[in-house]
């Protein structure tokens, strides 16, 4: 199936990580020039390695997106080596494991600085460029805490639903203009970050990592975490010229995990 990605130029935030790296990887493999963008230099220099490797065109960007001021300049580069963004991949860093409870002002407006405003920021500055061709795709990652929320994850189950309801208000927005916006949501997919949770969880609950992994599993109906490159391949779709009457939508890649229709 082509989906229509030959010539576009995407841009994927956080792409040195497992998710991020996975979906630049499966971009460029449709034929995207992408750009990757992520605080950690050295993981953003790896995947566009990955990328390269294959005769793709990819970039790398360290970027900070608590620092709003830097978007003008990043986009800029961005847009004067591969043109303007047609495809935008938002996906932010988890904050700490916490209860919703408890949790200092200072806490929840440095959480909401640096996983919400970047998002809703970059996408403004984005927008214009997919407007005058009249086409664009907006792909929101966020958690299935926004759907069934996530003990000792407060602060992520309320900041990401925020984005969810800024995600389906702005698909309404933009529909005619050929851009669509949807939310993606990961279950257990095995990334650095889920083991970060486990190992949380399991010297939270004096366990060994196993025990917690093992239960974990169980409660998924397909019996495993998920692979990167299983979400990756969805947010490919998402991104195609065949998705083009999918939008303002949140769309589960769970193996089933998320118990409520």
């Known amino acids: 199936m082509d989906l229509g990605l030959k010539g576009k130029a995407a841009l994927v935030l956080a792409g040195g990580g497992g998710l991020g790296r996975a979906i630049g990887k499966a971009l460029a493999a ?13 993981a953003a220099k790896c995947s566009v390695e990955e990328i390269t490797a294959t005769g793709a065109t990819a970039l790398s960007f360290v970027w900070d997106l608590a620092d ?19 495809v935008l991949v938002n996906i932010t860093g988890g904050p700490p494991p ?9 806490l929840w407006n440095k959480q909401f600085q640096a996983m919400v405003l970047p998002v809703i920021a970059l996408t403004d500055r984005i927008l214009p460029g997919m407007k005058s061709k009249g086409w664009g795709r907006i792909i929101t990652s966020t958690s299935s805490g926004v759907v069934a929320p996530i003990p ?4 992520s189950n309320a900041l990401r639903l925020s984005l969810v309801g800024w995600s389906k208000t702005l698909a309404r927005e933009v529909a005619r203009d050929g851009i669509t916006a949807n939310i ?13 949770l486990d190992e949380s969880k399991a010297n939270r ?8 992994t093992a239960e974990s599993t169980g409660s998924i109906p397909m019996g ?7 979400y990756a391949d969805a947010v490919a779709f998402l991104a195609s010229d065949r998705a083009s009457y999918i939008t303002g939508s949140v769309i589960r ?6 118990p409520s229709i």
């Open 30 to 42: 449709e034929g995207a020039s992408v750009a990757i963008a992520d605080i950690d230099e050295a």
């Open 205 to 212: 609950e004096g366990r060994t990592i196993q025990s917690v």
């Open 224 to 230: 495993r975490y998920g692979r990167p490159e299983e």
């Open 184 to 196: 993606i949501l990961p279950g257990r997919i095995g990334t650095d970050r889920i083991r970060f």
């Open 98 to 106: 916490t209860p919703a409870s408890g949790q200092t002002s200072d």
């Open 68 to 86: 709003l001021t830097a978007i003008e300049k990043q986009v800029g580069a961005i847009e004067s080596r591969l043109g303007s963004i047609d």
């Open 253 to 258: 890649i769970d193996g089933g995990l998320i």
């Open 152 to 155: 000792n994850l407060g602060i």
